[in-house]
């Protein structure tokens, strides 16, 4: 063999395995209970499963909190990027490839427990004079794909969600599972019984870990083992319910 055949054969070899060893980035965003910054460490009940998998596996993948509408795009143009907590819809189906479900989750709206008006039923909420909901995102693309003409999304996240119904600013909110509620609930010092889950499952979905399409598919396998044995040991619930702690009674 030539000198520059073996050379460029050598070139070749080298550069294909930097582009198979180019690191995976997993990224997050700020969803509390499920993935948050606290004291300046992220946290939160999907991150502790993330690093739990990770352990199994002996991955060290750098885990980077980012903005909310930089996820998605993030994880679309990025190549080998992984990402939680998304719900898996059909829309998103074949876009990423999927190792879950983390945990099942549903939204239901909330109003004061004290309100002289109580919604009973999607009729009633259709009505209701306004809905103040996050101001992008899932929920309020799937309260419109319902047919809510009320929604007020003026919030820019889920502690002002709080505030304004706590300040008589709206009369219902809609943004987070109960896991969340109760989260926002202990943050803001919200007493016990204040809230009332309005009692109409609007949306239920389990949570994944998204992968990018170019993702190696080893990678899923191991993840997905990984996260089975979570299941099996016990460990998944456990961390489960550590975030999952009722309002209070």
């Excluded at 073996?6 to 980035?25: D, G, I, V, W």
């Excluded at 909190?65 to 996820?71: A, F, G, H, I, Q």
């Excluded at 004061?112 to 909420?125: H, M, V, W």
């Excluded at 598919?217 to 961390?239: H, V």
């Amino acid at each position: 063999m030539k000198y520059s055949t073996l050379t460029a054969a050598l070139l070749c070899l080298l550069f294909s395995h930097l582009a198979r060893a180019e690191p995976y980035q997993v990224v997050t965003e700020e969803w509390a209970p499920y993935n948050y910054q606290a004291n300046n460490q992220l946290t939160g009940m999907s991150t502790e499963i993330i690093r739990a998998i990770m352990a199994l596996t002996g991955d060290n993948f750098e885990v980077l909190l980012v903005p909310s509408m930089r996820t998605s795009r993030t994880l679309r143009t990025r190549p080998k990027t992984i990402m939680y907590s998304m719900f898996r819809t059909a829309e998103r189906e074949p876009l990423y490839k999927w190792v879950g479900p983390l945990v099942e989750e549903s939204i239901y709206p909330y109003q004061l427990a004290n309100t002289s008006q109580p919604i009973t039923s999607l009729e009633q909420l259709l009505r209701a004079p306004q809905i103040t909901t996050r101001h992008a995102g899932l929920v309020p693309d799937m309260l419109q794909s319902l047919g809510f003409n009320n929604l007020d999304k003026s919030a820019a996240n889920s502690h002002q969600l709080y505030r304004m119904l706590l300040a008589g600013r709206t009369d219902i909110i809609i943004g987070d599972t109960a896991a969340g509620v109760a989260y926002y609930s202990r943050e803001l010092n919200i007493p016990a019984g204040t809230l009332r889950q309005i009692p109409l499952e609007l949306y239920r979905s389990p949570l994944y870990i998204a992968f990018s399409l170019d993702s190696d598919d080893e990678l899923l396998a191991a993840w997905a083992n990984a996260l089975a044995q979570l299941r099996q040991s016990g460990e998944l619930e456990r961390i489960q319910r550590r975030y999952e702690q009722p309002i209070g009674q």
